[in-house]
């Protein structure tokens, strides 16, 4: 089975700071990843596909980038609404979710 | 309106059954694959199952194989889990989910979930 391993577990940062997680996968899977951002007692929502391609109607403050085993997610300048907890998740074989990163406010 | 909407949750005590079950509209639910992703409370996300459009081709989670088997009613937009011999650790909420291809399996629509716990 592929681990994914998400650091770090908990981030606190402020409105306009760049932010960034990151996603480690145990074996290589190719850029078969995803990211999802969810906040409490709501469903995920899809934010990145293939490692780097946005999803419709994301902002563009959101980017993220990798291949291999090492990924990570990039908020350009925190928004109020970005206070949530990320998830990455590979889909090379079956899917697996990283454990979460919870951005909070500083 | 595109949506997925879960229902069927509820207490359940160890080693019963349950169906949960999950209406989808506003989209040719036909031509997508479909999964359950459950999370424990206060916890990650956990993929449970995953189903093809026509059925034929099932994958199941180590944890519940055996005991869970996911289905599919095209005709009624409708996908279902079926838990049985449930343990406390199944307790969860469930969400069913769109997967965007067949060999693409991200999650580009959710449900709200519908809560399943298992105690006695």
């Known amino acids: 089975d592929i681990q994914m391993t998400q650091s770090p577990s908990t981030l606190s940062a402020s409105v306009g700071d760049r932010v960034t997680i990151t996603c480690r996968a145990s074996?290589?899977?190719?850029?078969?990843l995803a990211w999802y951002q969810q906040k409490p007692g709501k469903a995920p929502k899809l934010l990145i596909y293939?490692?780097?391609s946005l999803e419709s109607g994301v902002p563009s403050r959101f980017s993220a980038s990798g291949s291999g085993t090492e990924f990570t997610l990039t908020i350009s300048s925190l928004q109020p609404d970005d206070f949530a907890t990320y998830y990455c998740?590979?889909?090379?074989?079956?899917?697996?979710f990283g454990g979460g990163t919870k951005v909070e406010i500083k | 309106q595109v949506q997925l909407v879960e229902s069927g949750g509820g207490l359940v005590k160890p080693g019963g059954s349950l169906r949960v079950s999950c209406a989808a509209s506003g989209f040719t639910f036909s031509d997508d694959y479909m999964s359950w992703i459950r999370q424990a409370p206060g916890k990650g996300l956990e993929w449970v199952s995953y189903?093809?459009?026509?059925?034929?081709?099932?994958y199941y989670a180590d944890s519940v194989k055996g005991r869970f088997t996911i289905s599919r009613d095209n005709a009624k937009n409708s996908l279902y889990l079926q838990m049985n011999s449930l343990r406390a650790e199944d307790t969860a909420v469930y969400y069913c989910?769109?997967?965007?291809?067949?060999?693409?399996?991200?999650?580009?629509?959710w449900g709200r979930g519908t809560l399943v716990t298992v105690s006695s």
């Open positions: 989910a769109r997967v965007r291809g067949w060999s693409n399996w991200y999650f580009d629509l």
């Open positions: 998740q590979q889909y090379n074989s079956y899917v697996t």
């Open positions: 189903i093809s459009t026509s059925g034929s081709n099932i």
């Open positions: 074996q290589s899977i190719s850029s078969s």
């Open positions: 293939k490692a780097s």
